[in-house]
C-alpha cells in the first residue's frame, strides 16, 4: 500500500504545478527573483503608494455595495475615495465591479504555484511598424491606438493562452494596480490584446476568454543626466487636456519592441477583469516580475495629463481580494 501511495504521489508531483513557500532567492531563467524584496532604491520619492498593501479582511468583503436612486449611467467612475462614485462604489455603475474575480490583486511568490513545464510566451510581430499610432487622453493618462497592415498585427501566443490574442492598445496607470510581495510601483502599463476568435475588442470584451493583458511595472531612475528612455513618453505634450487626440507623425512611429524591449522574462498569470468599470470578468492577466524603469521626466510629462475632474490623480484601482483564485508563475 505504501508503495501504490508514493507512485501516485510521484505521479501527481509529475503533472501538478509545484507552489513555492519560501522566501529563498530562485532562478527563473536568466532572472533572479527575491521573495520579500526590499525594492527601494530607484523609487524614494516616486513610489507613491510606500504603503503595504493588503487584501480585504472577510469583513470589509461581505459589506453590501452602497444602492442609489439615480440612473448610474450619468455619471462618470472616480479613482478618488470621497467621490460619489471613488472605487468603493464601482459597483453602482456596473455590477460586475463587485464580482469574485477582480482586477488587480496583490501577488507573491509564496502563494503562486510554479509552472515548470510550460509553453513560451510569443509576441509575434514584435518588431512591426505600425502605419498609424493615435495617443489618447482617457481621462488623466494617455491610451496609445495603433494601425497595422493585416499581415504585420503582431499576436500573442503561448503561456497561459490556448489561442492567439490580437493586439488592441496600450495604455498607462500612475502609481501601479498590481503589487508584488506587498510592494507597489510608480506607474503600470497595459497591452491589451482580444480573443483572434472574435472580429474586434469590442466583441471580445464581454467573452470568458476575450481579453488578455500584459502588464508592465516601472521604477524612477535616480539619474538626472537622463531625460528619455522609453520612445512613448515623447508625446505625451500632445494631449494634455482630457478627451484631446494626436496622431503621431510617421518619424515619431515605433514598434511595440520599443515597450517590451522581449517576451522572456518571468511572469505572474491568473484570471481576472478589467480595472475600470464594467469591469467585466474576461481578462486572462499576465504580470511581468522584471521592472521597467523611466525618468524623472518622463513621470513629470505623465503627471501633466488633466482629466476627472482637473489635475492629475493617481489612476490605479486598490489591490482585490484574490478570492481563492490560482495564481501562476511562469
Not at 275 to 290: A, D, F, G, L, N
Request: proline share 5%.
Amino acid at each position: 500500500m505504501r508503495k501504490i501511495t508514493a507512485c501516485l504521489l510521484t505521479i501527481l508531483g509529475a503533472i501538478t504545478p509545484t507552489a513555492i513557500s519560501d522566501s529563498a532567492t530562485r532562478n527563473f531563467g536568466s532572472y533572479y527573483y527575491v521573495s520579500h524584496y526590499d525594492d527601494q532604491s530607484h523609487q524614494q520619492d516616486y513610489n507613491y503608494y510606500n504603503v503595504v498593501t493588503k487584501e480585504p479582511s472577510k469583513l470589509e468583503q461581505i459589506v453590501e455595495p452602497k444602492t442609489w436612486n439615480r440612473p448610474a449611467s450619468n455619471y462618470t467612475f472616480s479613482y478618488l475615495e470621497e467621490d460619489e462614485f471613488g472605487p468603493s462604489n464601482w459597483g453602482a455603475l456596473s455590477p460586475s465591479c463587485n464580482g469574485l474575480y477582480q482586477s488587480p490583486v496583490s501577488l507573491a511568490v509564496n502563494r503562486s504555484l510554479f509552472v515548470r513545464k510550460k509553453r513560451p510566451l510569443e509576441l509575434w510581430g514584435l518588431q512591426s511598424r505600425p502605419t498609424r499610432i493615435t495617443l489618447v487622453n482617457e481621462g488623466g493618462s494617455a491610451a496609445y491606438f495603433f494601425d497595422y497592415r493585416k499581415a504585420d498585427h503582431p499576436r500573442l501566443r503561448g503561456g497561459p493562452l490556448k489561442v492567439d490574442y490580437m493586439f488592441y492598445q496600450f495604455h498607462y496607470h500612475l502609481g501601479s494596480e498590481h503589487s508584488l510581495e506587498g510592494q507597489r510601483s510608480t506607474s503600470e502599463l497595459h497591452l491589451v490584446f482580444y480573443n483572434s476568435l472574435y472580429e474586434s475588442y469590442e466583441s471580445a470584451q464581454n467573452q470568458a476568454d476575450g481579453i488578455a493583458v500584459i502588464a508592465l511595472l516601472y521604477d524612477v531612475l535616480k539619474k538626472d543626466r537622463i531625460d528619455t528612455l522609453n520612445k512613448w513618453t515623447r508625446y505625451l505634450s500632445k494631449v494634455i487636456e482630457e478627451d484631446h487626440e494626436y496622431s503621431i507623425p510617421n518619424y515619431g512611429l515605433f514598434s511595440l519592441s520599443d515597450v517590451t524591449q522581449t517576451t522572456t522574462w518571468p511572469y505572474f498569470s491568473y484570471e481576472g477583469s478589467l480595472t475600470t468599470p464594467p469591469c467585466s470578468e474576461t481578462v486572462q492577466w499576465i504580470v511581468v516580475t522584471q521592472r521597467m524603469m523611466m525618468t524623472k521626466s518622463e513621470l513629470k510629462k505623465m503627471r501633466q495629463l488633466k482629466g476627472r475632474g482637473g489635475e492629475w490623480v493617481l489612476n490605479s484601482r486598490p489591490n482585490q481580494a484574490l478570492n481563492f483564485r490560482r495564481v501562476f508563475l511562469y
